[in-house]
């Protein structure tokens, strides 16, 4: 006989920044929450990625509004969950004057709002840049926490705070209210909302296919600490061609026609730099993006190494820098930058289909509550 696992208003199943996302609003709305995850603790996208919430080159229309409401709560949650902020903003350093001409386009631009250009003095002024340097873009709207200490803190904090309930080392393998059967028995739930990342197949598979995602592996690094300290956190021209936030940008084609005669080895890695600063000074670099349906495990040096040469082309590091730590971080990829599904009627199908889930989960999670409980959207309108 099945175990009971008792019963609750709302289970979730997955506790990586989606599902946790998730049982704030619904803790929030007074909902009882159980979350559910297969692991011992968050071990996915979620703290693998650069705890970068960027507003600045998000896609315009969803993607920039939820990052924008999704910043504001990561804003209010940190403190109240002891997550430290450990940097705020985003310096875009423009090796090429192409790079400086989207840059400024974009600053001319609706999204450009707070943004400010930097001149090669300026950026010479912060005393962490290379040489040489065409200028940058300075944007004040994002902010960066260690995804690994982060992770663990929401969750306790959601415990703490509102009751939400954790069954780790749990896998789910049916999700049908108000049965929840799982490998320890069976929990009682009204609603649930299903945020399994890359697992496509185990809960709801068809409803997954029709948005035909495939899995994008990616190489991180860290490096150790300068000796110097990040104003922000770091991106370059590679960029600017993969936010899809400056795809207006007229001068875009220049930039990638150049882009392409001089570094197209790391534009066909799926290249492109993001640099975050972590409390003891170490950084953390990356990140490139592969795709397929079975990413492989293995982490070509040439890779890391093309994304270790546009670090150094862009910042001022040692000479014998070398990493200190690497990791593959996977995340679904597909049409659309994410999907709230309703393969039944009080279950949600929630999943972010590229690299911005720390950027919007908790606008996204706003939004399913929405369709499935009719919790009004905060800033809805704005
Ligand atoms: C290297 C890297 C860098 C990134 N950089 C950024 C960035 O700078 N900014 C940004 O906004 N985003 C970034 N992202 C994207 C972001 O990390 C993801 O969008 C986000 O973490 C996805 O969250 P998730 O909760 O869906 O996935 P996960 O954190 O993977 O959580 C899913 C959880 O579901 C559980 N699960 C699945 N199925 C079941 C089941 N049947 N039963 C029980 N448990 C189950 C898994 O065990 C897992 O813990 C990056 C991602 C990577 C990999």
């Known amino acids: ?16 920044i989606v599902g946790l996302a998730h049982a704030l609003a619904a803790a929030r709305a007074g ?25 600045t080159g998000q896609q315009a229309g969803d993607t920039w509004r939820r990052a924008r409401r999704a910043r504001d709560i990561w804003v209010e949650v940190a403190p109240k969950a002891g997550i430290p902020v450990l940097h705020r903003g985003l310096v875009l350093a423009c090796r090429r ?31 962490v840049f290379a040489e040489g340097l065409a200028g940058g873009l300075h944007s004040p709207h994002e902010l960066r926490v260690e995804p690994r200490i ?25 999700v049908a209210p108000p049965r929840i059967e799982t490998s320890a028995g069976t929990l009682r739930a009204a609603r649930a909302v299903v945020a399994p990342c890359n697992d496509f197949l185990t809960l709801f598979p068809e409803a997954i296919a029709a948005y035909r995602p495939v899995r994008c592996k990616l190489h991180m690094l860290r490096l150790p600490d300068p000796g ?15 936010y899809l936030g400056y795809a207006e940008a007229p001068g875009l084609a220049a930039l990638r026609a150049r882009l392409e005669a001089e570094q197209g080895a790391a534009l066909a890695d799926g290249i492109h730099l993001i640099v975050v600063q972590s409390a003891d000074g170490s950084l953390v670099v990356g990140d490139s993006h592969h ?7 293995f982490m070509p040096g040439g890779v890391d190494q093309r994304i270790l040469d546009e670090a150094r082309a862009v910042l001022r590091l040692p000479n014998d820098t070398a990493p200190i730590e690497r990791w593959i971080g996977e995340y679904p990829s597909a049409a659309g930058p994410a999907f709230i599904a309703a393969p039944l009627p009080e279950v949600r199908l929630a999943m972010v289909t590229s690299g911005t889930g720390m950027s919007t989960a908790f606008a996204l999670a706003e939004e399913t509550l929405n369709s499935l409980i009719g919790l009004p959207i905060p800033d809805a309108a704005e």
């Not at 992770?151 to 705070?161: M, R, S, T, V, Y």
């Not at 300290?229 to 370059?236: K, N």
């Not at 795709?291 to 495990?297: E, I, N, Q, R, W």
């Open 1 to 16: 006989m099945s175990s009971d696992l008792g019963q609750c208003d709302l289970a979730i199943v997955g506790a990586g």
């Open 31 to 55: 909902l009882s929450v159980t979350v559910l995850d297969r692991e011992a603790q968050a071990n996915g996208a979620s703290i693998r990625n650069f705890g970068f919430v960027t507003v």
């Open 97 to 127: 004057p192409e790079a400086l001409l989207v840059a400024e386009q974009f600053a001319a631009g609706p999204m450009g709002e707070g943004c400010r250009l930097l001149s090669p003095a300026d950026m010479a002024g912060f005393g």
């Open 150 to 174: 982060a992770l663990p803190k929401l969750a306790a904090w959601l415990a703490a705070e509102y009751g939400v309930r954790f069954l780790w080392r749990t896998h789910v393998r049916e």
């Open 228 to 242: 110097w300290r990040l104003p922000a956190a770091v991106m370059s021209d590679l960029g600017l061609v993969r």
């Open 291 to 297: 795709y397929s349906d079975t990413p492989d495990p």
